[in-house]
Structure formats: C-alpha cells, structure tokens
C-alpha cells in the first residue's frame, strides 16, 4: 500500500467514527463577532475571554515595538536572540504572578514539554487524567515514570503518592482549569497532600490566568496558594488577547530551565509584535477588574440558563461551559444548527474528550452583550427540543 492509501484510509475511518476534523476560515478579527464563509456569527468558542485579541491599545503597544524592533528575532534566546523586551515581559510576569522570576515559551504547548526537563528517571509525575495534551506530551518526552490519577480524584491521588513515596523527586502536575469541563482542581488538597507527601507542585493556569484572583493572576492567587506552587505555567494566548506562555516561580527553577528546557533552548524567540501586546495585555488585566466582573456575570448567567432548560454542563466553574452532548454526530449536528442561527458553538470530539463524552464547548466572554447571551440560550433551547435533548 502507498502512503496516500494508507493515509486515506485512517483518513475515512475517522469520518465513519464521526471524528474527522477539518477547518473553518474566519475572515475577520477574533472579535464578539466573527464571520466565516460570508457568514456573520456569535464567538462562543473563542477563549477570547477579556475580549483583548483585538483591543486596539494591544494593536498598538504591538505596532510600536515592531517598529522599533523589527519583525522577526532571527535567533534562539541563548544565541543573539534574547531582547530587552522579553526581560521586561518577564518581570511583568514575575510580579503579576507573585514570584520570584518567569520565563517565556513561545507557546503552552513548548512550556509543558518543559515537564521533561524538570524531572529525570529517578522522578515519578502524578497527573490528572483530563490534563492538558500538551502536559500529556511533556510527560511522554520525560523520562520518568508518570502516574495518570482519575480526574479529580483526590483519595487516589493520596494513594499513589504514599505507593511511590519513596521516589526521589515527586511531582503532582494539574491543569487548574480544566479545558474541556470547565471544572477546577482542588488545589488547596493538592497543596496540602504536596506538602505531606514531600512533592513539587506543576500548575497550568492557561484557562485561569486573567480569570481568578483579585488580579487576574489565576486559581493560585484566588486561593492566596501562589507562594505555595513550585511552577506556576500560564499562557499570553487566552484571556490576554497576545500569544506565548510563560513559567513562573524562584530564581533557581527559572535559571535551571534556560539551562535545561530544550522546548525553551532550541527555537527563535518570540517576536517584538507579540511580546509588545503581552506587556501591555498584563498591564490592562490588572487595573482593569471591571473585565473580570463583566465576564463572570454573563458566566452566571450562560451557566444559570443551561441548567435551568435542564442540561449536563458537568461541574463548570469557570468561563469554559460545555454541554454534554455524549454522542459525536449529534454533537456536529447541534453545533451546525446553531451555526444556521448565527451562534459559532464548536463541537467537541474524543479524543480531545474520552469516548461517548462528546460536547459543545460555550466559552463566555467579557465582550459578550446580554443580547447575545439571550440568543444564545434561546437557539440552544430550540436546537435541543429539535434534537430531543430536552421536552
Ligand atoms: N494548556 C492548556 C490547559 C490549554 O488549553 C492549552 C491550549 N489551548 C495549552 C496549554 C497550550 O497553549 P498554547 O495554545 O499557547 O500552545
């Protein structure tokens, strides 16, 4: 068989399974709303989630430092390629997130494949089973043994770390806001098993960061735990409106990993474009908590609506609000008949969710009018009387 059979083989199991994907073009800014083949739709699926994207101060911030800097870096970090405008990010990061130092990853992705650099044969990581792909590849790049815990589960948790408890280094790693749920880990048990177990703690606040805490920092500082977290991960790509990602914690853990992370060491630094809209998007989070407060009021009020018409939103808790649809090809058909309404609700599939847990992920935002939530849950109710989801 040549490759293309080969190919096209795997290609058309996937549609029979309903899992084939392909890609929607949007020919406009990721805003409130969007358009996509001629087409004029309401962003539900955007993790958009302070509306930044196309804030036109970050538009601007991002103008200037182009200007002045040029459009690419030509070279990695440790080569010639590490700018003042990435220190000053850093610092930014380092005092947004409480600690001490931080180091920028040109995305999420690259920052968790730094897993593999924080731990070594010796090293067992317990994650949790709806962890991120990305923490998932970090684990598989490692080359320590990984443990996957049930989601949540915090008693198995406790379990493994008293089987492994002798392990020379221990480390829990967690998504603080899970991307598909919604849901939030119980970060305070975490901590408190961390520190009975004697295990470094690896959190991915790529979905909390400029949604939690008094000033957007995240989970961690909602819980006042951010002195308590070895590794703190977050992206610049999500409710800041930029794109890259960050590490933050101590000064050692920030110098051990220029040293060490090869998902940091061998690629071009991010540009002056994106670095400038990140330095600005930090500054707009923190002073400007009225964004936060809008977003979690159409957050109440989208989750509030889904479940008073009756539907499974799993436990969410935060802007990210799937409804859990279970079957694939439903799943598409609901998505498609909201599309036909106006609304852009994407439909989620294995093996980004496990089997028979198929969903339409609604991500809220700050940006959304009461207008628009309204039509939301109204097209929602009819889609699923339609599709005999509900009476
Ligand atoms: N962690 C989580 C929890 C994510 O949802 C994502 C991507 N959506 C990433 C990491 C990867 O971040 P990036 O898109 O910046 O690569």
Not at 62 to 90: D, M, P, Y
Not at 101 to 125: E, H, P, Q, R
Request: a positive charge; glycine letters at 6%.
């Amino acid at each position: 068989m040549n490759i293309e059979t080969l190919l096209r083989c795997d290609l058309d199991g996937k549609k029979k399974e309903g899992t084939y994907r392909k890609l929607q073009l949007i020919t406009s800014a990721q805003e409130r709303v969007i358009s996509i083949d001629g087409q004029e739709l309401i962003n539900f699926c955007s993790n958009n989630y302070l509306g930044l994207a196309n804030d036109p101060r970050l538009k601007e911030a991002s103008i200037e430092a182009l200007k002045k800097f040029g459009t690419g870096t030509a070279a990695s970090r440790l080569i010639c390629g590490s700018f003042g405008f990435h220190k000053k990010l850093e610092e930014g990061i380092a005092k947004f997130k409480h600690s001490q130092a931080a180091l920028v990853f040109n995305c999420g992705y690259m920052a968790n494949l730094a897993l593999s650099a924080l731990t070594d044969k010796d090293s067992i990581i317990f994650s949790d089973k709806f962890n991120h792909a990305s923490i998932v590849d970090g684990l598989i790049l490692s080359r320590a043994k990984f443990v996957r815990y049930n989601h949540s589960d915090m008693n198995q948790l406790e379990e493994l770390l008293k089987e492994y408890n002798s392990a020379k280094k221990k480390l829990i790693v967690t998504d603080t806001v899970f991307s598909m749920d919604g849901d939030l880990a119980d970060l305070r048990k975490i901590v408190s098993l961390a520190s009975e177990y004697k295990s470094y703690v690896y959190i991915d606040e790529a979905h909390a960061t400029g949604v939690f805490g008094p000033t957007g920092a995240g989970l961690a500082e909602e819980l006042a735990l951010s002195k308590q977290i070895d590794i703190q991960m977050g992206t610049l790509s999500k409710a800041l409106g930029s794109f890259g990602a960050f590490i933050a914690g101590s000064q050692t853990l920030i110098e051990y990993l220029i040293n060490t992370s090869r998902s940091f060491i061998y690629t071009t630094s991010l540009p002056a474009a994106v670095v400038g809209a990140s330095i600005k998007a930090i500054e707009i989070v923190q002073k400007e908590t009225n964004l936060k407060e809008k977003l979690w009021k159409n957050i109440k009020f989208i989750k509030q609506g889904l479940l008073d018409l009756g539907l499974d939103c799993s436990n969410s808790n935060s802007a990210i609000i799937p409804i859990i649809t279970h079957e694939n090809a439903l799943t598409m058909e609901f998505s498609k008949r909201l599309f036909k309404k106006g609304l852009f609700v994407q439909g989620i599939r294995p093996p980004t969710v496990p089997k028979g847990q198929a969903r339409l992920r609604i991500a809220a935002s700050a940006i959304h009018t009461q207008e628009d939530l309204d039509k939301l849950l109204e097209a929602i109710k009819l889609t699923a009387r339609e599709l005999g989801f509900i009476q």
